[in-house]
């Protein structure tokens, strides 16, 4: 498991990021203050605070591919 801050400014960017993550097959969740969500979930992610960094946490040992795919988006 890894943690990442990562932040999303635009419709077009949640909508890549959803793209992206539901290509991998393990559990990646989004968190921001106590709210927690499915980052494959468009709408779940729509009820955070895009204005504020996100946490989003990888359920894996290896986080590699993630995180290279991810990189535009991690702070």
């Known amino acids: 498991m890894k943690n990442y801050v990562i932040q999303l400014l ?3 960017d949640v909508r890549e990021f959803v793209d992206t993550v ?3 097959d393990m559990e990646i969740d989004l968190s921001s ?3 927690v969500v499915d980052a494959k979930s468009i709408m779940g992610i ?3 605070d895009l204005m504020s960094p996100i946490s989003m946490t990888v359920h894996a040992d290896d986080c590699t591919n993630v995180e290279k795919a991810l990189a ?4």
């Open 10 to 12: 635009s419709i077009p």
């Open 22 to 24: 539901t290509k991998f």
């Open 33 to 35: 203050g106590r709210y």
């Open 46 to 48: 729509f009820s955070l």
């Open 72 to 75: 535009k988006f991690i702070k």
